[in-house]
């Protein structure tokens, strides 16, 4: 017998403008570097996809709990204390499952706030990374 998959606590637990932000970025439907290299022409290598503030890989964990761009933003919205001893992939997913509906809002809050910051440089950066590609690829 066929059943419907359990769907996630957040899609009934907060606004659905919150849900959807969530939603994409659990899908990797975004903007970060991890993503947009894939979009580019010549794809882009992983290792080349890097925050353009820090030089590491620019993905949900870093984005989320590392980079000092999005540092007061991670302080405000963000809260650590249940993540000692995970690894990265614990940290997202405990973060994306949570049920507290506080964390929830503020999770979403934060990614539209970052994502907004982001925006500032994200072209300028797409057009150095096709342009890295190009050069790799030659």
């Not at 659905?16 to 970025?25: G, T």
């Not at 970060?32 to 890989?57: F, Q, S, W, Y």
Request: glycine share 2%.
């Amino acid at each position: 017998d066929w059943k419907p998959k359990r769907h996630e606590f957040y899609l009934d637990s907060i606004d659905y403008p919150d849900a959807v932000r969530i939603a994409r970025f659990r899908m990797r439907s975004h903007w970060l570097a991890i993503e947009a290299g894939t979009m580019l022409k010549p794809i882009v290598a992983k290792d080349n996809r890097v925050c353009n503030t820090c030089g590491t890989v620019e993905d949900e964990f870093h984005f989320i709990f590392d980079c000092i761009k999005y540092e007061d933003l991670r302080r405000k919205y963000i809260t650590y204390n249940s993540y000692d001893n995970m690894s990265e992939y614990e940290m997202l997913r405990s973060l994306f499952n949570t049920k507290n509906v506080r964390t929830l809002y503020n999770l979403s809050i934060f990614i539209k706030k970052a994502e907004k910051f982001h925006a500032e440089y994200a072209e300028t950066y797409l057009m150095l990374l096709e342009r890295e590609a190009r050069l790799n690829n030659q």
